[in-house]
């Protein structure tokens, strides 16, 4: 049998796996087997296939064999959202902690069915115009071990619980700090605010893809974490690559190779960027997934081969997307009536689209961000969220048929948890010192996207949503 990503890669993914199947029962749990269950035949499976299924899903990590994932003995799909704060609430600290809220947004999400969590594993002391405040490192210095405390925290809350989590690394975006900060600290302090109308779009796209061609900016993320996966947590005593509640190291958050056909010539340099990264990762935490944090191609220059360059032979183990209608220019929502229709339009093609990239590079996908504004752009929590229920329920759908169908596409994390939360503010604006957190970022409104505990009927549409993949 043949797989189209042999065509498409000349068969650099498949380098060496004859050697590799003589001693099948011994692969590592992470091993993407590409060739043994490809996507237009999931009806047969070679006696190895079987047998490598066998062995990896007994573990306690989730696993991918071909387009799936797996753990402990059963396909794994799941319903997640983002709560990139849990960190910073884990804290002991007073300023940005609280626990008890914490262990109440985790047992409401259990409830719910919500068990993957994609949150927050670094932030940086940045320069930048709404740059979250307090952040973890500044110039490769950790500036607040609390934080990272409370990741501890919340790790070992997740594991009671037995929810899973994915943690990025480092973000495009300038709210966490993210790659332009590091420049900064190379660079002699220089840096592009996004958003400054004195350098319009795409500047700042342009400014951080430099990142991944500096080799000192990223010696010093690739330092940052190295010293991560060694960590032991010191709530439950793990070392963070030994613990089976994390299911993957993602790269960065949405990181872009620039923006358009004038970024191709990036191409190189990010391909190697996270070649080298995937590798390091693999190189400490063998047992635990690896991926990128793409958003698609809307995030990669628009072009496939893009997509398909940073996810194949370069140690990646499922592939990502995201999807935002309103920022896309497929939604209007002060004209929900006449533009809705068009949204969904324009999400089935693009789903469409990255499910038949998944099974060129024989991967699972995940869609890991994905949103739609209150009703009309309202923030306040007792506000309508007619059309994004709509959207939600929508997009469940195709995963449903997916995990029916035995498709690539295995999971979602919407964007974003904001459950017990609140704006602290009439003009729903983030100000440093603020502790109350959402889902929505310092540079968004607070309750622009996020779904509140009191949204009964979005949680209605998740539950349901849960049931179908439980069953």
Request: charged share 25%; net charge negative.
């Amino acid at each position: 049998m043949k797989n189209k990503l042999t065509d498409a890669f000349g068969g650099e993914k498949l380098r060496g796996l004859s050697d590799a199947l003589k001693g099948a029962c011994l692969l590592p749990v992470f091993y993407l087997l590409a060739s043994c269950s490809p996507a237009e035949d999931t009806q047969e499976k070679t006696a190895v296939t079987e047998s490598i299924e066998a062995s990896m899903t007994k573990s306690p990590f989730v696993s991918v064999v071909g387009n799936r994932f797996y753990l402990e003995g059963k396909p794994y799909s799941f319903v997640g959202t983002n709560v990139w704060f849990a960190p910073y609430i884990g804290s002991e600290s007073a300023d940005i902690g609280d626990r008890l809220r914490l262990q109440r947004e985790l047992d409401f999400l259990k409830k719910t069915g919500i068990t993957n969590l994609r949150i927050l594993g670094a932030s940086e002391r940045s320069p930048l115009d709404n740059s979250l405040s307090p952040a973890i490192m500044h110039k490769g210095k950790i500036e607040r071990e609390d934080i990272f405390v409370g990741l501890d925290f919340t790790l070992a809350e997740m594991a009671k619980r037995d929810m899973k989590a994915v943690i990025f690394l480092s973000n495009f975006w300038e709210w966490s700090g993210g790659m332009v900060t590091y420049l900064s600290w190379v660079n002699g302090g220089e840096y592009i605010n996004l958003g400054d109308p004195d350098q319009p779009w795409p500047a700042f796209a342009l400014f951080a893809s430099q990142f991944y061609s500096n080799w000192e900016a990223v010696d010093m993320y690739h330092r940052y974490v190295s010293n991560l996966l060694e960590r032991r947590n010191t709530i439950s005593g793990k070392l963070y690559k030994e613990d089976p509640t994390i299911m993957s190291w993602q790269l960065a958050n949405e990181p872009r190779p620039g923006d358009g056909e004038q970024s191709r010539e990036n191409l190189p340099a990010y391909y190697r960027w996270i070649k080298d990264t995937a590798k390091l990762i693999k190189a400490h935490a063998p047992n635990q997934l690896v991926s990128v944090g793409s958003e698609g191609t809307m995030g990669c220059l628009e072009m496939d081969e893009c997509y398909l360059g940073a996810h194949a032979g370069n140690g990646i183990d499922y592939a990502t997307f995201h999807m935002w209608p309103k920022n896309w220019g497929w939604f209007d929502v002060q004209k929900p009536e006449e533009t809705f229709g068009r949204a969904v339009e324009k999400a089935r093609t693009y789903i469409e689209k990255h499910e038949g990239l998944a099974n060129q590079l024989n991967m699972p996908i995940v869609l890991e961000e994905f949103g739609l504004e209150r009703d009309l752009g309202a923030f306040a929590p007792e506000s309508s969220t007619k059309y994004r229920n709509d959207f939600y329920r929508f997009v469940f759908e195709q995963i449903n048929r997916s995990v029916k169908s035995g498709g690539p596409f295995m999971g979602s994390n919407f964007w974003a948890w904001g459950g017990f939360g609140e704006a602290l503010h009439d003009d729903a604006k983030w100000r440093p010192g603020d502790k109350t957190f959402v889902g929505d970022p310092p540079q968004e409104p607070q309750g622009l996207n996020s779904v509140f505990a009191s949204d009964t009927g979005t949680l209605d549409v998740i539950n349901t949503h849960y049931r179908n993949l439980a069953q």
